[in-house]
């Protein structure tokens, strides 16, 4: 059964950090390319960041320079690092597999306010 697991998401003021966690199983993780996601209120669901099997990583502009992603092949987790977060980051992140592209997880919510 393919599982994702997002957790580290919280409530953190506008210049702040946080690092979210995806932690999968159930499929073959290293051959996957992984995304993370996010749904703010009311808006559909954007792509944030993108690593594929080598490692190459790409992001959307919203967010280009703030955050990185990277992966743990030994561990099947993958990461998003996020940095100077504003209020528009606010949203339920979640992680994806290229491979599996039928399956989410239950996100984590970010909080970005004062």
């Known amino acids: 059964q393919v599982q994702l697991y997002e957790s580290g998401g919280g409530l953190v003021q506008p210049g702040g950090s946080l690092t979210l966690s995806c932690a999968t199983s159930g499929f073959r993780f290293s051959g996957s390319a992984m995304e993370w996601y996010r749904q703010a209120p009311g808006k559909e669901r954007e792509l944030v960041a993108t690593i594929y099997i080598g490692s190459e990583t790409k992001y959307s502009a919203s967010v280009r320079g703030r955050f990185t992603i990277s992966r743990d092949n030994t561990a099947k987790t993958i990461y998003l690092q996020m940095n100077n977060l504003q209020p528009e980051d606010t949203a339920i992140y979640y992680c994806?597999?290229?491979?599996?592209?039928?399956?989410w997880g239950q996100g984590t919510q970010v909080t970005v306010s004062s």
């Open positions: 994806h597999s290229y491979t599996q592209s039928n399956v």
